[in-house]
């Protein structure tokens, strides 16, 4: 069975920093390209940092040198670590899992991040 949870979202003041984790068994997560995405109240979702099932990274603009994506096959897992926080991160993130060889995708309930002093 397919799942996608994240964790690690939270409360953090700015210029902090936090980690968020994606566990995603049930599919060739190998095989998949594994994003981060993010959605404000009132905006539409943007993604944020992505990994493919080859390590290659890409990075927002805006995060580029502030977040960072890694993934661990042996545990399904990818990760986000954020550091440096700004109020204009706040948002819930999303994980997301594509395949590399089809249209097969799947995405998390997402875990909210709120930047605030």
């Known amino acids: 069975q397919v799942q996608v949870v994240e964790s690690g979202g939270g409360l953090v003041q700015p210029g902090g920093s936090l980690n968020l984790s994606c566990v995603a068994p049930g599919f060739e997560f190998d095989l998949y390209t594994m994003g981060w995405y993010r959605q404000a109240p009132g905006d539409e979702r943007e993604r944020v940092a992505q990994i493919s099932s080859k390590f290659i990274r890409d990075y927002a603009d805006s995060v580029k040198g502030r977040f960072t994506i890694s993934r661990d096959n042996a545990k399904d897992t990818v990760y986000l670590q954020m550091t440096d926080l700004k109020p204009e991160d706040t948002a819930v993130y999303y994980c997301?899992?594509?395949?590399?060889?089809?249209?097969?995708?799947?995405w998390g309930q997402g875990t909210p991040v709120t930047v605030s002093s």
């Open positions: 997301h899992a594509q395949s590399d060889y089809g249209p097969w995708n799947y």
